[in-house]
């Protein structure tokens, strides 16, 4: 079984650091809604041992985000739910970059957890400017 490395903030909006054995990242993801943690970053044991997330992802392309943008606006306008359509254009991405990026902000969205959308402390992801420039400015 997979060893999957963590970050979540409990129900005191400390951050808690560990790792938690689970068949897959959702299966994680649920483990750590059931436990009240608010997962912030999850993610397999053997890419958690390479860095923090601006040490391993490349920036993405303007090219690459207009896309992402694009493509989201047309799922979410055929009624794909937000959870659904993050996820598609996760494992459809192209560019290693992009796909991992995508994976990053559907789990920062959070939608997907069991409880999530109560999480205390929910901000947006503090991350992502370094390898979106210009996110933290809108």
């Not at 606006?73 to 959870?83: R, Y």
């Not at 959070?110 to 959308?117: H, K, N, R, S, V």
């Amino acid at each position: 079984m997979p060893t999957f490395a963590y970050k979540a903030i409990d129900s005191a909006g400390k951050e808690v650091a560990a790792t938690i054995d689970a068949a897959s990242r959702i299966a994680a993801l649920d483990e750590l809604a059931e436990n009240n943690l608010c997962p912030v970053v999850v993610e397999r044991q053997d890419h958690a041992e390479r860095g923090s997330l601006a040490g391993r992802v490349r920036r993405v392309s303007k090219s690459d985000v207009e896309a992402f943008t694009r493509e989201l606006a047309n799922l979410l306008a055929a009624g794909v739910p937000l959870s659904r359509a993050l996820s598609i254009l996760a494992r459809e991405a192209s560019r290693p970059a992009a796909k991992q990026l995508w994976a990053t902000v559907h789990d920062q969205v959070g939608i997907d957890a069991p409880g999530a959308a109560g999480c205390p402390n929910r901000s947006p992801p503090a991350r992502l400017p370094e390898v979106l420039p210009g996110v933290g400015d809108v």
